[in-house]
């Protein structure tokens, strides 16, 4: 039976290699003790010298060897080490990988000694042009350092790698399931192998089990049986991600292994009339993701890899992702799986393809995210393309047989900027940046592809560089930005021809300096790097099923003095309520509806509010006359040019004047009054949304606000002491008005003190930007309250987050080293 044991804890780390750093001393003179994931370099949030994380450096174990062990394999798993490293064991060479993105395995076996053992990992995170994605530039940055986790492995005299499952059939009440396993054995031989299906959400209930006489290859092949007959399956779907658990017993005289693996039932295509999942068409909307954060670039646990998927799928309500550039954290993908986020994954590139070896990296690229990731229900595409790249005849023909001939169920895309380039792969998946604001927004397919025939089609990425947005930028930018997002997706919403897209991109990235906006810092997210959300996140979120959550956000700063030209409207509220009734200063203004006309095919296209006439005005007219001016003035707001009247605008006014025995000053002075012009009093604005007639929510803003509350705000209030790895956490800090809203330009420092057992991962003092920061504590393998105090300039703000032991009272619980 393999035992599989969390690595990462008790490491050493130095960042300089050293000549005799091979030889394996158990000396950690200057070494300092680090945790996995583990980052080469804290780095500063921007500004920063990219080569600060490109060096090379040495990771360190020490360990005992256990008498357990004895007439066993050991084996140690990295999941990602960035960018090329090699593994020395007892000062002998045991093996070396390039790559930084996907899993390898090194076998310790034949040198493990009695006693001490010293590992050292000396790690490459320079951009050596031998490796995808190098070569060339890169629009994001690769960081360094053992920056996933690490696990050690031992194994009997009979293993299971890994499995390969499939149910050709999903669709069909009664299923099958083709259930391959990858395994290794000392001798070949008659064997035993038990398969058994079970819910995830219920393990202990077995569903369908049977037992199969299999063949046990000589050292490594596959075992494979079929459980058929099974009825009652749900299918993994996007609202009902739905998950088994298939377990594997292999069981011969010299020894037995277990296997366990997450699959999901459900058939996935993409045809020339959208994509068709489980046999319904479902429109594709989501975003990209880079799997960066500020300061501790790659390096998070399994908590924070997670947290992303939920941002994108629970608050956002995307219900796609692309891995963009390179295969991500098993943590993201496995939040994927459990969320019902679809996932594009692709190989690491960037426009860039290199000579013959580097191709052959990048086809090895291909084959290992398959074997990585074949069982994900959440993964539908696989990206065997460069993003970006040039045709390339061979290189993408190799790519797409090596995939197809691993998964055939599986359909392949690859990113292409270049309009009508070569496809070999089952989906044309194209970066579309058409939309710069003016009416055109996606080209038509044939444009695209250059093919006379339609073909399944994606599109990949929009937005991103075509209109860089910070979240403290002004109002027109910000708004337009979210506007921008909503066009793109009522333009894919409403193409049948159109699988649906991607935009670019859910988080801002650090970059290198030839992109971004001269800070390191390419500000494209909806989200900024804290995942603290711009207003173009609520253009996602609002497409919500209001059953899911009510979402009610007026993207405007709500002042007349922030735009050019002053004013306040018109403004958007971006809601998935039917309406949007509104008060100013206490007087109601009216029911605003959703958009339908410009944005016919979103689900809950943006409210806007072209004016803020009272419905009752008082303009000392006859009712009649007085609710005509005012319509008059709605039009003329409505429009833009109440302060721009034309003659015949005179000409009106001054005969309602004289019929009604006021003047036109009166009548002009009283129409910018109602309109809550410039000069007039602060308004005060209260939102109230309107689902199926019922008030469901509100919203106050305007300008008589002041900052009153500094929150910080975790993301979750219980954290684990003794998991695989440290536990991590966000906390988000929001400069806040009396009614909620957070103060965009609040820019105070904030300095965080941590009282319990937790360590920043990052600096204790940092500015508020676009009136937000967020930071990350980790913890440090003791139990206890973590209370953290977050002091402004004026005013402080406290939570408190539990860390807990995974082991109950008294017990030795599970193994780490
Ligand atoms: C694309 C590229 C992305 C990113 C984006 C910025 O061309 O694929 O990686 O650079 O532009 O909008």
Not at 202 to 211: E, R, V
Not at 503 to 519: I, L, R
Not at 543 to 572: C, H, M, N, W
Not at 776 to 798: C, D, F
Request: glycine content about 8%.
């Amino acid at each position: 039976m393999q035992e599989r044991i969390a690595w990462n804890r008790g490491w050493y780390y130095r960042p300089s290699p050293a000549p005799g750093d091979a030889a394996c001393t158990p000396s950690v003179a200057g070494f300092m003790p680090v945790e996995l994931p583990h980052t080469n370099r804290l780095l500063p949030l921007n500004c920063f010298d990219e080569q600060a994380y490109q060096f090379c450096s040495c990771y360190k174990k020490i360990f005992s060897w256990s008498p357990d062990w004895a007439g066993k394999d050991v084996f140690v798993d990295f999941e990602g080490v960035m960018a090329a490293c090699t593994v020395h064991l007892n000062g002998h060479p045991v093996g070396q990988h390039t790559g930084g993105y996907l899993p390898f395995t090194i076998e310790l076996t034949p040198w493990l000694q009695h006693g001490e053992n010293v590992l050292v990992v000396e790690v490459d995170s320079t951009e050596r042009p031998d490796i995808p994605p190098f070569g060339h530039v890169v629009d994001f940055l690769t960081y360094g350092g053992i920056y996933r986790e690490v696990a050690l492995r031992i194994a009997g005299p009979l293993r299971i790698e890994r499995a390969m499952l499939d149910c050709p059939d999903p669709l069909a009440p009664v299923k099958s399931l083709r259930c391959r396993y990858s395994v290794a054995s000392r001798s070949a031989g008659p064997a035993a192998l038990t398969v058994t299906l079970a819910a995830k959400a219920d393990p202990g209930k077995i569903l369908a089990g049977k037992t199969f006489p299999v063949a046990l290859p000589e050292r490594d092949g596959w075992c494979e049986a079929t459980l058929d007959g099974l009825t009652d399956l749900q299918l993994w779907d996007i609202d009902n991600p739905c998950l088994y658990l298939v377990q594997a017993s292999l069981q011969c005289d010299a020894g037995e292994d277990t296997f366990v693996q997450t699959f999901g039932f459900r058939s996935a295509r993409f045809t020339t009339d959208g994509f068709v999942l489980n046999g319904r068409r479902v429109k594709l909307v989501g975003l990209n993701r880079h799997q960066s954060w500020p300061y501790n670039g790659y390096a998070m646990p399994e908590r924070i890899q997670r947290r992303d998927a939920e941002i994108l799928r629970r608050e956002l309500g995307c219900n796609i992702v692309r891995t963009s550039h390179y295969p991500q954290s098993r943590h993201f993908l496995d939040a994927c799986d459990e969320l019902g986020l679809l996932v594009m994954e692709e190989i690491p590139g960037w426009q860039h393809i290199g000579n013959a070896a580097w191709q052959a990296q990048a086809c090895q690229n291909v084959q290992s995210m398959i074997e990585r990731d074949y069982n994900r229900p959440s993964i539908i595409l696989w990206g065997v393309r460069i993003n970006e790249s040039q045709d390339s005849h061979d290189f993408y023909q190799k790519t797409n047989a090596i995939a197809h001939e691993l998964d055939a169920g599986r359909q392949t895309g690859g990113v292409r900027y270049i309009t009508r380039s070569e496809l070999l792969e089952d989906v044309y998946t194209y970066n579309d940046f058409t939309h710069a604001g003016q009416a055109e927004v996606l080209r038509p397919q044939k444009q695209t592809t250059g093919l006379d025939h339609p073909v399944p089609l994606l599109v990949t990425e929009s937005n991103g560089h075509m209109y860089p947005t910070k979240s403290y930028d002004q109002e027109s930018r910000v708004v337009e930005h979210a506007l921008r997002h909503l066009r793109v997706m009522e333009a894919a919403l409403a193409r049948d021809d159109l699988c649906g897209e991607l935009s670019w991109c859910a988080f801002d990235y650090n970059t290198h300096s030839s992109f971004g906006s001269g800070d390191k810092i390419c500000y494209h997210g909806v989200c900024d790097m804290f995942r603290n959300p711009k207003y173009a996140a609520y253009s996602y979120r609002s497409q919500k099923s209001p059953a899911e959550e009510i979402v009610l956000e007026p993207i405007t700063r709500a002042s007349r003095g922030e735009r050019d030209g002053g004013g306040t409207v018109p403004f958007y509220v971006l809601t998935n309520c039917d309406a949007v009734r509104l008060y100013k200063n206490g007087r109601l203004v009216d029911d605003f509806t959703p958009d339908r006309s410009a944005f016919p095919h979103l689900p809950h296209p943006p409210v806007t509010v072209g004016h803020l006439m009272e419905k009752e005005l008082d303009f000392g007219l006859p009712e009649e006359d007085g609710r005509a001016f005012r319509a008059f003035l709605i039009q003329k707001v409505t429009a833009g040019t109440l302060l721009v009247m034309g003659a015949d605008d005179y000409a009106y006014i001054g005969q309602l004047a004289a019929r009604c025995h006021t003047t036109p000053a009166k009548l002009y002075g009283a129409a910018v009054k109602a309109a809550g012009g410039w000069g007039e009093d602060a308004n005060d604005l209260v939102l109230e949304g309107i689902l199926n007639g019922q008030v469901v929510c509100r919203r106050e803003i305007g300008e008589k606000h002041s900052y009153k509350t500094l929150q910080a705000l975790p993301d979750d209030d219980v954290l684990v002491a003794d998991g695989d790895t440290y536990d991590a956490t966000r906390i988000a800090v929001y400069a806040r008005d009396e009614w909620g809203n957070p103060l965009p330009f609040v820019q105070e420092c904030v300095t965080v003190s941590i009282d319990g057992p937790a360590d920043l991962l990052g600096p204790a003092q940092f500015p508020l930007l676009g009136g937000c920061a967020a930071f990350w504590i980790r913890t440090i393998n003791q139990t206890g309250t973590v209370n953290i105090t977050v002091t402004g300039l004026s005013k402080q703000a406290h939570c408190a987050i539990a860390v807990r032991s995974l082991r109950p009272v008294g017990s030795g619980g599970k193994r780490t080293q």
